[in-house]
């Protein structure tokens, strides 16, 4: 096995207790005592989780709009300086290759944070469909945290003295001599801010907002958060193995761009046709089935689907998971059976997420 | 990590406390780290007879979910009805109140093939 990569937090997590685990090639904290904890303090008040091992590309030039819509799921061309959405990085397939947030940060700029597991598929493949001189992976530059719960957007601004940015949008600001980026984004289904900043800088600005009342959270916390928020984790709901209708990301995809893009003949298609499987979300109430990945679903003896994602929800206080089903058992909420340890365990089925924060 | 030397270990993070013919089996604290947050424990009935390294029990946490195997053979007499209640003690208390089952051991001479702490603490990694 390779050497696994540390991010510039590294000695100060270990400092803080965080137990690290191998994540994408990253050494990074699955926890730093106690993910239900940490899951609360993101529910309840804030939360800051290490991001650093996400990828950064910059695209820019006159064509870069037109060429990030002929890959990108969603338009970008009307975005406002400083605007983001969120959407897909599509296969012919209509399969996807990552999901991302793209911000327009100049007229002719745009500013992409991507998965860690993906930068290099997602370099190789917008080389492939859109060249290569118009675009840099500045992955290696940047580090980032997520400060996130109902009370970390004000923490944020009385530490930096500047009002956060809109709901996915994204402002530069400078603190003292560091030079960063703030985005209104999460993955958590709270409110809070990412801070994208230079990897030098990172330490100091992590210190300040743990010292500022922010708990530190590891991987696990963030898996359980983003699972209860029902957001898609790539190479569990998203792969180049499901189309993006399937995947349930259907409400990131726009078939409105004039222009033809990768993927629409194929989502178009689809769309028409109606999806044979799709993406579910389910609850246990039962402690000793909690969902986990790779579990099968059954409708009396015919297996219908399987568990995706699965975890103990602290803050909904059941298993949550995620599911691929077939068609029809995506379409109605109803019940399940999940195949554990070799028995079988009914689970609910649900057409949304469990947890939206109040 | 804690690893008290009067008891014995398991390859697979196991502890157990002998005494006569009763075995005391919990998991390490090695092992509660690993497995983070427990939030339930499937614990065997009482009565049941169990093979050393047989699944006998089973330990949920947020993340995941984990089969503790039996050290020693023999007949379950108790297990431990707080964990039933806290699941957290397995956490907060590995050795101690967060112990799993008691077992009425049959064969004598499992005991050989049990870890000293040192050589658990060496499994480990020192």
Redesign the interface.
């Known amino acids: 096995m390779s050497k696994l990569l540390r991010t510039p937090l590294y000695e100060s997590q270990i400092a803080s207790g965080a137990?690290m685990v191998d994540f994408a090639g990253w050494e990074m904290p699955?926890?730093f005592g106690?993910?239900?904890d940490e899951?609360r303090a993101v529910r309840e008040k804030a939360g800051i989780f290490d991001i650093s091992h996400m990828g950064e590309l910059v695209f820019r030039g006159p064509n870069a709009a037109e060429k990030l819509e002929k890959v990108f799921s969603r338009r970008v061309s009307d975005l406002d300086i400083g605007a983001g959405r969120y959407g897909l990085l599509l296969t012919e397939q209509g399969t996807v290759v990552d999901d991302l947030i793209i911000y327009r940060t100049d007229v002719e700029e745009f500013f992409a944070v991507v998965n860690a597991s993906r930068i290099s598929a997602d370099v190789a493949h917008i080389q492939r469909y859109c060249g290569t001189d118009w675009f840099e992976n500045q992955s290696n530059s940047w580090s980032a945290l997520a400060l996130q719960g109902p009370v970390a957007v004000k923490l944020w601004e009385s530490y930096s003295q500047n009002a956060a940015p809109a709901r996915f949008g994204i402002a530069s600001l400078a603190l003292g001599k560091v030079n960063l980026l703030v985005a209104r984004t999460g993955y958590t289904g709270e409110d809070g801010v990412e801070i994208i900043v230079p990897s030098q800088d990172v330490v100091d600005i992590w210190k300040a907002l743990l010292s500022r009342g922010a708990a530190p959270c590891g991987l696990?916390a963030r898996?359980?958060l983003r699972v209860e928020a029902g957001y898609p984790l790539y190479g569990h709901e998203l792969s180049e193995e499901l189309t993006a209708l399937e995947s349930g990301a259907g409400w990131a995809v726009d078939f409105t761009k004039e222009k033809e893009w990768l993927g629409s003949t194929a989502l178009s298609g689809q769309k028409q046709k109606g999806v044979s499987k799709k993406l579910v979300y389910l609850t246990s109430t039962d402690?000793?089935a909690?969902p986990?990945e790779g579990y099968k679903l059954f409708n009396a003896d015919e297996q219908v689907g399987y568990v995706t994602s699965g975890?103990?929800g602290?803050t909904v206080g059941s298993g949550v998971g995620m599911a691929i089903v077939n068609s029809p058992y995506f379409s109605t909420e109803s019940q399940l059976d999940m195949e554990?340890?070799g028995r079988r365990s009914s689970v609910s089925i649900f057409k949304k997420p469990l947890y939206k924060a109040k | 990590m804690n690893i008290p030397n009067d008891l014995k270990y398991t390859e697979t993070h196991e502890w157990v406390r002998i005494e006569g013919d009763v075995a005391t089996v919990g998991v390490t604290d090695h092992a509660q780290a690993e497995l983070t947050d427990v939030v339930f424990v499937d614990l065997p009935q009482i009565g049941k007879k169990l093979k050393r390294k047989e699944p006998v029990a089973v330990i949920e946490s947020v993340k995941a979910a984990s089969d503790i195997y039996t050290p020693v053979s023999g007949e379950v007499i108790e297990t431990n009805a707080s964990v039933k209640d806290k699941p957290s003690l397995v956490n907060a208390a590995p050795y101690t109140e967060g112990w799993l089952f008691k077992l009425k051991m049959t064969e004598t001479q499992d005991m050989q093939s049990l870890l000293t702490a040192e050589s658990y603490k060496n499994l480990l990694g020192g």
Do not use: N, T
Request: proline fraction near 5%.
């Open positions: 137990k699955v926890s106690s993910i239900i899951h696990g898996d359980s402690k000793s909690i986990r975890v103990f602290p554990v340890r």
